[in-house]
Every structure is written in C-alpha cells, then in structure tokens.
T-cell receptor, first 111, second 117 residues
C-alpha cells in the first residue's frame, strides 16, 4: 500500500547546530505534506506544511523542501535549541484524502 | 475554544475484555481520524471519517476493532476481546476538511493510553 518512509529514526545535535529529517512517499498523487512535532505525553502538533505547488517554505528557524519528481521532502531546523527536542513526524496525503504518517524521528538537542 | 477531547486518558483492562474509547472533536470539524501509537513507535492509521461519507476502515488491524461516529460529532473506538498487543496510545484527531481541501491541519487529542494485562 501507500506509505511514507522517514529517516533517521533518532538524531542528536549540539545546540545551535542544524537538524535535517528526510521523508519519501510513494503516492505520486500526494500534494500535501505536513510536519508534526510531538512532545512527551502529548498529541502531535502541526509545525509547518507544504503543498505541491511550491518547492520550499520557511517559518523562522524551520523550513521544508519538496522534490516532487523524486517524491521526497525534508524538514530543516536551524540554530537548534533544547526545546526543539521532541519526536517529529512527516506525513503525506494518500488516495487524495487520508493522512499517513512516517515512523518518526526522535530529535535530541544537547546544550 | 476547546480542543479535541479524549476519554478515558488511561485504561487498564484484562485480556479478553471489551473497551470503548471516546473522542470529542472540535466543533465544526468534518474529518475525524483514529491512530494507534505503540510505545516508541509511529502513528499507525486506523480509520477515517469524513462528513456523511462511508468511513475508510482500511487501517483497522482486525475485526475486533470497530469505530462509529454520530454525524459530525463524537466518535467511539471499540476493541473487542482485547489482546496484550492492543496495548498502545490511541490518538484521535479532527480537521476542518480532508485531504486537499481546506487547511488539512489535524488537531490531536492527548490520547487514551490502553494497557491490556
């Protein structure tokens, strides 16, 4: 079936460094790609999303890039801070209506 | 305003018992999703409701799992004859619209943690 793959599963960075998380998807009809952040004991929250009509979107320290030809998209966090530590999930719409999530990346930012 | 509300927040049950988990979505949200999250794992799609359309049940892992939704309001996820492998956090999310329409943003509840002994 349609799926979303996410790498890496864990990522450790020093405070101030950048972090990059990558996802690939299989449904060529997918046109909406959100990223969610999940803190311990809470439900995921949307942090940024991108639609297929653009290749990049930025919001302060976070950015997302999309390569529709290669069917992959990435999350970039610059100047990381300890409060960025969380689990990050990418997602893609499949079959034009259902949101399927990647397996998650646990990001740890060390002071 | 109120977010997505789930109950119970924690449920411990014995193997073989039935459980019901409840989700109150944000008022006016037509789309509602259930996901399962095992410890340290990702979000596994279970079922999706959109308005009055037939639900997409393609993620339900077995016929012990079922879900209902009354109009565009409350949803219940029922697990019959629970097994230990059903232990997980069950997350509900709602959205103004599905797929390519509307914002697409899902608002999640804090989940119902199910432990099957």
């Amino acid at each position: 079936g349609e799926n979303v793959e996410q790498h890496p599963s864990t990522l450790s960075v020093q405070e101030g460094d950048s972090a990059v998380i990558k996802c690939t998807y299989s449904d060529s009809a997918s046109n909406y790609f959100p990223w969610y952040k999940q803190e311990l004991g809470k439900g995921p929250q949307l942090i940024i999303d991108i639609r297929s009509n653009v290749g990049e979107k930025k919001d302060q320290r976070i950015a997302v890039t999309l390569n529709k030809t290669a069917k992959h998209f990435s999350l970039h966090i610059t100047e990381t801070q300890p409060e960025d530590s969380a689990v990050y999930f990418c997602a893609a719409i499949v079959n034009t209506d259902k949101l399927i999530f990647g397996t998650g990346t646990r990001l740890q930012v060390f002071p | 305003g109120a977010g997505v509300s789930q109950s119970p927040s924690n449920k411990v049950t014995e193997k073989g018992k039935d459980v019901e988990l409840r989700c109150d979505p944000i008022s006016g949200h037509t789309a509602l999703y259930w996901y399962r999250q095992r410890l340290g794992q990702g979000l596994e799609f279970l079922i999706y409701f959109q308005g009055n359309s037939a639900p997409d049940k393609s993620g339900l892992p077995s016929d012990r799992f079922s879900a209902e939704r009354t109009g565009e309001s409350v949803s219940t996820l029922t697990i019959q004859r629970t097994q230990q492998e059903d232990s997980a956090v069950y997350l509900c999310a709602s959205s103004l619209a599905s797929g390519t329409g509307g914002t697409g943003e899902l608002f999640f509840g804090e989940g119902s943690r199910l432990t099957v002994l």
